[in-house]
């Protein structure tokens, strides 16, 4: 996943690799340094322009990382929910943003932990629905609703 530059473990660590690229005229390396962060190479070309100030921002720095752990992971349905319920805290939150960009900590940790918290709080399926479905077995299901999803992954992420 970052394989030329590293894993960073923060924006400001992104902006002074950016700025190292930028004083040495490589707009290209600048480029792929964005790319390999999820940040929009746009972002990048006005960076080197000198149209904006730095390459990115705490929050692009952290949706950028898990795009490119997206990518990686390939989430669907359920998991691909839990990605937007982080994105969703990194739009509203800060801290999050930061702890998100932080080595040792990634999307499939964090989906770790929800699915963690899912095996841990299965409840048996009533009766009545597991007719409708057609279903004979015993089956329980532990998801959790949003609230529950977003605790986790302020847990996860660093925040209570």
């Not at 095996?119 to 089956?139: C, E, H, L, R, S």
């Amino acid at each position: 996943m970052f394989d030329k530059f590293g894993e960073f473990d923060s924006w400001e660590e992104i902006n002074k690799a950016a700025e190292g690229q930028k004083a040495e005229g490589d707009e290209a390396a600048l480029k792929e340094l964005a790319k390999e962060n999820g940040i929009d190479l746009e972002d990048a070309e006005d960076y080197f322009d000198g149209a904006i100030p730095e390459l990115c921002t705490p929050m692009t720095a952290a949706l950028g990382k898990l795009e490119i752990e997206k990518k990686d992971l390939k989430p669907k349905d359920i998991m691909e929910d839990w990605l937007n319920y982080i994105q969703q805290l990194c739009a509203t939150d800060p801290e999050i943003c930061r702890n998100v960009r932080k080595k040792g900590k990634s999307l499939k940790g964090c989906i770790g932990a929800l699915l963690k918290w899912s095996f841990a709080n299965m409840q048996p399926i009533d009766n009545d629905i597991k007719k409708a479905a057609g279903i004979t077995q015993n089956v329980k299901l532990g998801i959790p609703g949003i609230r529950t999803a977003h605790q986790i992954i302020k847990d996860y992420y660093g925040r209570a």
